[in-house]
């Protein structure tokens, strides 16, 4: 149920041809914007907003589990950031070999956007994943073309007291990121509880900087993991994101004072958020629909 650090945007073939179509569109008003950025002296954000198109050179990789690597790409310089929106994604392009059309993914970053010099993709590789694999393929040194800023959910500073962020698959890589930009700002003191599903122990990504948080902020963020096929003296709960498991381990909504986030494979968020003619566990626990995000 776990994967590595893939945005939860269902890409469709529009996506690659909006990319392609729009960059002669946007080379003026870029080169316009980096010349402006750098006569400021500011860091300059690759990814300020739209497009983007930079190929940036993979400087590392490693691999973190059986079938997910992390991914550190070299911006063009110390003195540049992503600049991304907080959970905003990046779009891919590539050309995998024995592809007339390239390839067009995105993925959520999970190096904080403020971050110099520096962008971390966490990505799992799909058995037919073409632009998973050709990312597990490259070699240091190669590059990967960046070709737009994706926008994420809007979030607030203490807009509520408490937030629930519910991950599994796909879905860790938004929702890490929301819950570092929270963390992260001293003006925002909303307390989070994480709710992450996995297939195995192994398949459990970014435990450290979890664990992390827990010890950095102490009684504003908890984190409870359930494994749907644990191993054996597993220190997680078997299982999966349960009704009955939500119920125990989160805020009650009835005060209206919480939000939820949710980020996962399309039979989890219809599960948990419902759908046209079924509610999901989210509702049945007394959720607005206004009071549940889907990334």
């Known amino acids: 149920m776990l994967s590595g650090a893939l945005h939860r945007i269902r890409p469709t073939p529009v996506v690659a041809s909006i990319a392609i179509g729009g960059i002669s569109l946007g080379l003026m ?18 990814f300020g907003g739209g497009l983007a198109m930079v190929s940036l050179p993979l400087e590392s990789s490693m691999l973190v ?14 003195n540049h950031i992503s600049g991304l929106s907080l959970t905003g994604a990046v779009l891919t392009l590539s050309w ?18 403020d971050q110099p010099g520096v962008v971390d993709l966490l990505v799992k590789r799909y058995p037919d994943g073409k632009q998973s694999s050709h ?4 070699q240091p040194g190669e590059t990967l073309r960046f070709a737009a800023a994706i926008p994420g959910v809007t979030w607030k500073a203490n807009s509520v007291p408490h937030v629930t962020l519910i991950a599994g698959g796909a879905g860790i890589t938004p929702i890490f990121q929301l819950a ?4 992260r700002n001293p003006e925002d003191k909303t307390v989070i509880t994480l709710v992450y ?17 827990e010890k950095e902020f102490p009684g504003r963020f908890k984190a409870v993991y359930t494994v749907s096929r644990p191993f054996e003296k597993s220190p997680f709960r078997g299982g999966y994101v349960t009704k009955q498991l939500l119920e ?32 999901g566990i989210l509702e049945q626990l007394g959720y607005r629909k206004d009071q549940i995000h889907k990334f």
């Open 29 to 46: 008003s870029k080169l316009m914007v980096r010349n402006i950025h750098a006569d400021s002296g500011a860091p300059q954000k690759v």
């Open 65 to 78: 589990n059986h079938n997910t690597k992390l991914l550190r790409f070299k911006l063009p310089s110390n």
């Open 96 to 113: 995998p070999k024995g592809r007339w059309l390239p390839v067009a993914r995105p993925y959520t970053p999970i190096s904080a956007s």
């Open 135 to 138: 990312l597990h393929s490259l």
């Open 180 to 183: 570092q930009g929270i963390l």
């Open 197 to 213: 599903g996995a297939n195995t122990d192994e398949d459990v990504l970014l435990k450290k900087e979890f664990d992390g948080f």
């Open 248 to 279: 125990e381990v989160t805020e009650s909504p009835l005060d209206r004072k919480t939000k939820v986030f949710v980020c996962g494979p399309p039979s989890m968020e219809t599960s948990l958020v419902g759908s046209r003619s079924e509610q």
